[in-house]
């Protein structure tokens, strides 16, 4: 059983951006290093939410920004762990739309709940499984560090 390890302060920026951009969704990349017992998170990317069609209940971040994203990552010798977005005044959990546009075998899908403007619940997911035919989210423990 893997966890997510964030710092404290990584845990809470996420959870802030999520209360910023209420009542739309926001969205980011999570970066780090990969550990036998689960991601260990360094540092998260804000992007910007590039739907406008429904960006309170939906997220998606733009290739040329998830390239750049994750070049920066390559240079910093991290790995994309993962992606966060928040779910204005619904639960942190995941939507059947999360999960068709969940792409990235053996990474973390971080959802945060926001009601009213004021972040409650975060939930982990790790996308497990070895194709697009056989991935499924497992309900994944983040363990919050005080330091990193
Ligand atoms: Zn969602």
């Not at 990349?29 to 017992?37: C, E, F, R, Y």
């Not at 040329?64 to 390559?74: G, N, W």
Request: charged share 25%; aromatic share 8%.
């Amino acid at each position: 059983m893997t966890a997510l390890h964030l710092p404290k302060a990584i845990y809470d920026a996420m959870r802030a951006h999520g209360e910023e951009t209420y009542p739309n969704e926001c969205c980011g990349v999570l970066l780090g290093k990969a550990a036998p017992d689960g991601w260990r998170v360094q540092s998260a990317v804000r992007a910007g939410n590039t739907r406008t069609d429904s960006a309170h209940n939906r997220y998606h971040i733009a290739p040329v920004e998830l390239v750049k994203i994750q070049r920066e990552a390559t240079r910093k010798g991290l790995d994309i762990a993962g992606f966060y977005h928040s779910h204005p005044d619904h639960p942190a959990q995941w939507s059947p739309t999360d999960f068709a546009e969940a792409h990235w075998i053996g990474c973390c899908y971080v959802i945060t709940a926001v009601a009213k403007g004021k972040a409650q619940a975060t939930n982990s997911f790790l996308l497990a499984g070895t194709t697009e035919e056989d991935k499924r989210f497992e309900n994944q423990t983040i363990e919050v560090a005080e330091k990193p």
